[in-house]
Nanobody, 126 residues
Framework: QVQLIESGGGLVQAGGSRRLSCAAS????????MGWFRQAPGKEREIVAS????????AYADSVKGRFTISRDNTKNTVYLQMNSLRPEDTAVYYC???????????????????WGQGTQVTVSS
């Protein structure tokens, strides 16, 4: 099973930028779609972005479209989330996740993912 470790979280001012990284172990990373999710205090975990196994398809939650960019480098077993124009409402713990299916496409459903990182906190101050 893929093991995932997120990094890059921290405190940032509103309007600023941050790049999250998710390093994966295991050769099967390259064959699986990846997702970024987030969970704010008192709220349910929600999808942020998803990228297909080969990077050919990408999808975003409406709340981050035009501000966040998901990408992957299969040579480095890493998926990224570039976050620009950050807002206080983006404050959350961010998780990356690997799809349970090989050669998978984008997917908004949390049930589609069976490997999760420990999360990284992003706090946006106003």
């Amino acid at each position: 099973q893929v093991q995932l470790i997120e990094s890059g979280g921290g405190l940032v001012q509103a309007g600023g930028s941050r790049r999250l990284s998710c390093a994966a172990s295991g050769r099967t990373f390259n064959n699986k779609a990846m997702g970024w999710f987030r969970q704010a205090p008192g709220k349910e975990r929600e999808i942020v972005a998803s990228i297909s196994w080969n990077g050919g398809r990408i999808a975003y939650a409406d709340s981050v479209k035009g501000r966040f960019t998901i990408s992957r480098d299969n040579t480095k077993n890493t998926v990224y989330l570039q976050m620009n124009s950050l807002r206080p409402e983006d404050t959350a713990v961010y998780y990356c996740a690997a799809n349970r299916l090989y050669f998978s496409g984008v997917d908004y459903s949390q049930n589609a993912y069976d490997a999760w990182g420990q999360g990284t906190q992003v706090t946006v101050s106003s």
